[in-house]
């Protein structure tokens, strides 16, 4: 689950993470006592989205744009007209796609003199089965090229979550980063805080680019992004209440309420499938047949006839031009999937291909249910075939063309 960064900053002072003022402005009515409590300077407003890319993306408002995401105001007046003029807009970045982010608050942040930029992030590592701590002299910058260009320049530790951090990590990093002496206790108290934190509300990442350090020999978090591992979330129900929905894809939160795997892509072929691996397989042929999926949709391994017909339902109301549905009989029976497939046809008027391929547990009564309903199912005879048949029958181009 991802948070917006006047969140993710609530929670570093709850840590003791050094943060610069702000203020949080849902409404324009919300302006005016704002103002009055802002001091001479410079002042950056930021529309809050869940989206990277910010600084160079466009706030739009009735199509017309209006500025960027992230603006720097030379005095609180300016910074009031600013939020003003992009609260309610669109922001669009190269991370938004064509839609696009409601900008419903913008955070209107001091701003301060920096010295040194710095990248910090800890990230749950697989591959070493710890908790990697990422440090880099390149703050500010897109850390993918650094890591691509200069890659020398990114200082990681992982930590072992069963023996837990030591005081000597953030220290360690610092050093590596070749930090003055005086700036070496303020990092590792910032970077064992932060660990804390991740440990303690179960995040997946924390991410902090920029974090500075101001010519008065201030450290600060100037940026935050902080996501929390979704399976986690029963341990700490308080952190529920800071989703924003506004910002998900519709059928992304239509399908979560339905306790089904969802993932809207920009193609054109909708795929439904039973397991994470058969799905990743399904748009990889798709894809190698000249084809582009609309969507990851995992119906799991437990799905009943409703999760089917509302799988199908999500999928229709994201325009797709065809749909694929791919189901493995295992623990999922495949006249279970046909029974769902028949209901929800029953209530829409399909005007796109359906290619159905069944194979594994009660796939012979599966298929005899879809030729009994009398529906315009196409049934292929593997996977392969009914790939082909679905790129074929889906001439339009892709939603992200």
């Not at 206790?185 to 509300?201: C, D, G, H």
């Not at 059928?251 to 994470?276: F, H, K, P, Q, T």
């Not at 799905?279 to 006839?305: H, R, S, V």
Request: glycine share 10%; net charge negative.
């Amino acid at each position: 689950m991802k948070i917006h960064e006047y969140q993710a900053k609530a929670l570093f002072r709850q840590f003791g993470v050094p943060v610069a003022k702000s203020y949080v402005v849902e409404d324009p009515d919300e302006l005016g006592p704002v103002g009055n409590d802002l001091t001479p300077g410079v002042w950056v407003v930021k529309a809050q989205v869940h989206a990277g890319g910010r600084g160079k993306g466009s706030v739009q408002v009735d199509g017309k744009v209006v500025g960027k995401g992230v603006q720097v105001a030379p005095n609180p007046k300016v910074a009031l007209d600013i939020a003003d003029s992009i609260l309610g807009g669109t922001l669009h970045t190269i991370q938004t796609g064509d839609r696009g982010k409601p900008v419903s608050r913008v955070l209107i942040e001091q701003g301060v003199d920096i010295e040194s930029e710095f990248y910090l992030a800890l990230i749950v590592d697989r591959e070493h089965a710890g908790i990697s701590i990422m440090a880099s002299t390149e703050g500010g910058m897109e850390i993918e090229e650094v890591a691509r260009t200069q890659p020398e320049k990114i200082h990681t530790f992982t930590v072992n979550p069963l023996i837990g951090y030591r005081s000597h990590i953030g220290r360690d990093l610092g050093v590596e980063m070749g930090l003055r002496p005086d700036l070496l206790v303020p990092f590792s108290a910032i970077v064992k805080k932060l660990y804390a934190l991740f440990m303690e509300k179960d995040c997946s990442l924390i991410e902090v680019n920029p974090l500075v350090v101001t010519k008065q020999g201030q450290w600060l978090a100037l940026d935050a992004k902080v996501t929390f591992d979704d399976n986690a979330l029963y341990r700490n129900p308080d952190l529920i209440q800071l989703q924003d929905l506004s910002q998900e894809e519709p059928s992304e939160v239509e399908a979560a309420e339905a306790r089904l795997s969802y993932v809207s892509l920009d193609g054109n072929i909708g795929c439904l499938v039973n397991g994470a691996g058969l799905a990743m397989a399904t748009m990889d042929i798709i894809k190698e047949l000249g084809g582009d999926p609309a969507n990851f949709l995992d119906i799991g391994g437990t799905a009943t006839t409703d999760n089917v017909a509302r799988s199908f339902e999500i999928m229709l109301k994201d325009k797709v031009d065809g749909i694929f549905v791919n189901v493995f009989g295992g623990i999922v029976r495949c006249d279970v999937v046909a029974r769902g497939l028949v209901e929800a046809l029953g209530q829409v008027k399909l005007e796109i291909p359906l290619v159905v391929r069944l194979e594994g547990n009660q796939r012979d009564a599966g298929l005899k249910l879809l030729e009994d309903s009398g529906l315009p199912i196409i049934t292929a005879k593997d996977m392969r075939d009914g790939a082909r048949l679905i790129v074929e029958a889906c001439k339009k181009p892709g939603k992200g063309n």
